[in-house]
């Protein structure tokens, strides 16, 4: 999988406006957490079978309620 070219981008943009290594570093910390947060989710939603707080949810028997059944 290749990285788009907007995103490339937009990340150059905000490399710029930092004014020091720590900065990059923080803004590269949070760009990692936000696609491995979107990750875990997707891998959720595939696992369940259905997407956070969608409307057929309530089919399941265990409908991401923190329970087992």
């Known amino acids: 999988m290749e990285v ?3 995103l490339k ?3 150059k943009e905000q490399v710029k406006r930092q004014s ?3 900065g990059i570093s923080d803004l590269l910390q949070q760009v990692f957490k936000e696609a491995i947060q979107e ?3 997707a ?3 595939n696992h ?3 997407e956070k707080h969608a409307p ?4 399941y028997p265990n409908s991401r309620n ?3 059944s």
Request: proline share 0%.
């Open 4 to 6: 788009s070219e907007q």
């Open 9 to 11: 981008l937009l990340l």
């Open 20 to 22: 020091s290594a720590g």
């Open 39 to 41: 990750m875990l989710q």
């Open 43 to 45: 891998e959720m939603d």
């Open 48 to 50: 369940v079978g259905y």
């Open 56 to 59: 057929d949810a309530c089919e």
């Open 66 to 68: 923190g329970t087992s």
